[in-house]
């Protein structure tokens, strides 16, 4: 779903979809989590506004999560030569659509400075 997984040169779709499930409910809900707590706390509620903010909060988790794994790989050369480039591919397409959701809610004229300096800081190493 977001990333290949390759062992000894085969691809395994089912250690991937686990893993890619881990990272889901492993990092991409936490930080939902934290944003949707940080939402909450505020005095302004929309449902509108809590998907926008679910989705830009899964697609940073994840991205998050994929950099963290890329990093990781540092200990296994063949698994960083056949993961890094598709990879990064998908780090930078879970970035744009954090994005695009952020850009959801600057359409309904809500301040998103600390959501953007989050991004960029996440994403600095991985360029």
Do not use: C, P, W
Request: no cysteine; hydrophobic share 40%.
């Amino acid at each position: 779903m977001y990333r290949s997984n390759v062992r000894y040169g085969k691809k395994k779709e089912s250690d991937l979809h686990d893993l890619d499930t881990i990272n889901l409910y492993k990092t991409a809900f936490l930080i939902r989590s934290a944003v949707r707590v940080s939402y909450f706390s505020s005095r302004y509620f929309s449902k509108s506004i809590l998907k926008i903010l679910d989705r830009f909060s899964i697609y940073i988790g994840l991205a998050f999560q994929i950099k963290d794994d890329i990093e990781d790989s540092n200990n296994n050369i063949v698994s960083l030569i056949n993961n890094l480039k598709i990879s990064k591919k998908q780090v930078d397409e879970l970035y744009k659509k954090a994005f695009l959701a952020l850009n959801d809610l600057k359409n309904k004229d809500l301040d998103v400075t600390f959501l953007e300096k989050l991004i960029q800081f996440i994403i600095k190493d991985i360029k």
